[in-house]
């Protein structure tokens, strides 16, 4: 969604700003806009349409500031427009701000500024911001330092919804102001120099180390100091952190794509997720973790709570996790958790997996479960993310930045530390036998090398993908755990190829779906399950008979081969087949993507981080 980045330094900010800006693209925008104080004056270059445009725009490379905020904006408030981008100023244009969330009570707040002869050129909630903050510094009597700060603390008093704002003033031309809440806000320190982002990446080439905002935790930031205040103004210490991933690992290192990128890079981000934390004949051990055999067997359910890619992740680990474990695991969809009012309580274990670990549904699933006193468990890639925060407990896939919005990489990961997890758990509770989980820890430590098989296969994909691109409608079919990739082979080839398709369990195809297929149709089966094989080929042959052209992915021997095509995986344990089986699937819509010239790093409509609900 929106993106936010922010420069007080000696440098020139502007070519900061929009190089911040450019990093965040892949989050999906409409909009782009940069705020500077230059001669005293706020000045505002914004427009809709690509961040490159700013650069156009008349007199941008005259500005001298060294200081400025910018934005991307993902439209939720009035449609994509000049008017309505940020940044946004009050009418007097004494303060400038950009905000990324969702003002829920911004209706009532503009009437009450209107009453107060106030007047808006833009309908977004946002332009509400600047004009309370401006509302109430006018009405404050003491002139101090701090007036700008107390303006901003009580605007915010006043926001309901989400927010990561950020605010500078003419008549504070060396100060910015940041705050959050329940959206995303990081702020890069460097030598006379600061820098603030909602994301990570958009900064990361200038600096490693940053502090992590809490909600509601005030920061005056100028070139040289970095003040943190609670809601009630008192200044506090924050302790700063270092992050690992290299700016290299935020760019595109010679592919054409991050999204194609991000799959070939899955044979180390998969070693990164394992990590030390599984090894033969020891036991598997989580830093982080200490749960105790007396405490696992009280458990009585498990949920796993997710949104999209991550939530077929889940699907996966609920397989493993009962396989291992004998705990019955719920997946759940967030949005539908958190309305849902759930069967939980002391006893239930809640896990919430989220890459980005700013999903806002995911975040709010979490609250409600930690209010009905289930303990929780978050999985993130990103290090001190909200949801990492929020939970009871939390671990990370460690698979590197993810930039492509189609997540593939992450949910790899994600798998893997679902499966580590459960083997942790089994351990404990001591509910496998020994071989079974040795046997599987083996496979574990063998899928970097069993992904650079699969990865080494591309032609037979391009070739399919050349021989479908122009279809309208493809479906998906597998059984048990297939079914997961199935959904989520769905998934990748809606969201980045446009093209409308259907993961069904293979079983349920001739209780309706079935009159969907003619000849021609697509369908591509994922077959890895042993047990299942036959009942699977039967239902593929259902579709053949129907004229079907079908794709196969499979690490079993099939018989009667009369598939169009057939792609060899290598094989493994069925558990934890769907790390190997997907990346077929992540190719195949990326490959059909290119061949219909759209752009895979950024599909239209969508955002990396879904930070609104
Ligand atoms: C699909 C995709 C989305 C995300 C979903 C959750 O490729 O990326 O479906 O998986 O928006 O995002 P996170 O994992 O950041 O909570």
Redesign the pocket.
């Known amino acids: 969604m929106c993106g936010i980045v922010g420069y007080v330094g000696e440098k020139k900010a502007t070519p900061i700003l929009i190089n911040g800006l450019l990093k965040l693209e892949y989050r999906g925008y409409d909009s782009a806009g940069i705020a500077v104080i230059e001669n005293n004056n706020i000045e505002v270059l914004k427009d809709k349409g690509r961040v490159c445009n700013l650069e156009s725009i008349d007199g941008i490379d005259k500005l001298a500031s060294t200081i400025g905020i910018a934005h991307t904006r993902w439209a939720t408030h009035g449609k994509p427009s000049k008017e309505n981008s940020h940044p946004h100023t009050d009418n007097s244009k004494t303060f400038a701000v950009v905000h990324n969330g969702i003002i829920e009570n911004y209706n009532e707040l503009r009437d009450f500024l209107i009453s107060k002869g106030y007047t808006f050129y833009s309908q977004t909630d946002t332009e509400t911001i600047p004009n309370l903050i401006h509302y109430y510094f006018s009405k404050d009597e003491i002139n101090d330092n701090n007036r700008f700060l107390r303006a901003v603390r009580c605007a915010c008093n006043d926001l309901k919804g989400s927010y990561a704002i950020e605010v500078i003033s003419k008549l504070f031309p060396e100060l910015c102001i940041v705050v959050r809440k329940d959206s995303p806000l990081v702020i890069g320190t460097g030598n006379k120099e600061n820098y603030i982002a909602s994301d990570i990446p958009a900064i990361l080439s200038f600096t490693k180390n940053f502090y992590l905002l809490d909600d509601n935790e005030y920061t005056v930031i100028t070139k040289d100091s970095i003040s943190f205040y609670d809601n009630n103004l008192e200044k506090h210490n924050k302790a700063i952190k270092s992050i690992e991933w290299d700016a290299s690992s935020a760019e595109k290192d010679g592919y054409d794509d991050y999204m194609l990128k991000e799959i070939f890079e899955q044979p180390n981000s998969i070693r990164e997720t394992i990590g030390s934390r599984l090894k033969l004949d020891e036991k598997c051990d989580f830093e982080d973790l200490n749960f105790s055999k007396e405490y696992l067997s009280t458990i009585n359910k498990i949920y796993i709570v997710?949104?999209?890619?991550?939530m077929h992740a889940g699907l996966s680990g609920k397989t493993i996790i009962e396989k291992l474990c004998k705990i019955p695991v719920i997946v759940d969809i967030a949005s539908e958790f958190r309305y849902r009012d759930p069967l939980i309580d002391n006893k239930t274990l809640c896990i919430y997996?989220?890459?980005?670990?700013?999903?806002a549904d995911?975040i709010a699933a979490l609250k409600l479960a930690k209010s009905k006193g289930a303990k929780t468990l978050a999985i993130s890639n990103v290090i001190g993310s909200s949801i990492t925060r929020e939970a009871d407990y939390s671990i990370y896939t460690h698979a590197g930045p993810e930039i492509a919005?189609?997540?593939t990489k992450?949910y790899t990961s994600q798998i893997v530390l679902l499966a580590i997890l459960a083997i942790y758990f089994a351990e404990i509770l001591e509910s496998s036998d020994k071989e079974t989980l040795e046997n599987l820890k083996s496979d574990i430590l063998d899928l970097p090398t069993k992904i650079g098989i699969v990865l080494d296969n591309l032609e037979p994909i391009k070739d399919f993908a050349k021989s479908v691109y122009t279809q309208k409608d493809m479906f998906f079919l597998g059984r048990g755990t297939d079914y997961n990739v199935a959904l989520e082979g769905s998934?990748?080839l809606k969201?980045i190829s446009y093209i409308h398709s259907e993961a069904y369990a293979a079983g349920e195809l001739k209780h309706g779906p079935i009159a969907l297929i003619e000849n021609g149709v697509t369908v591509i089966g994922i077959i890895t399950d042993s047990s299942l094989v036959e009942k699977c080929i039967s239902n593929i042959q259902e579709v053949i008979t129907r004229g079907a052209k079908t794709l196969v992915i499979s690490n079993q021997i099939l018989p009667n081969n009369h598939f169009d095509y057939v792609i060899d995986i290598p094989s493994t344990s069925c558990l934890i087949s769907p790390i190997l089986s997907v990346i077929p699937l992540q190719l195949l819509s990326y490959y059909i993507s290119k061949n219909k010239g759209l752009d895979v790093d950024k599909p239209r409509n969508l955002a990396?981080?879904?930070t609104v609900e």
Do not use: N, P, Y
Not at 306 to 310: E, F, L, N, V
């Open positions: 997710a949104c999209g890619t991550a997996i989220s890459q980005s670990g700013e999903t995911t919005v189609a997540s992450a998934l990748k969201e990396k981080s879904v």
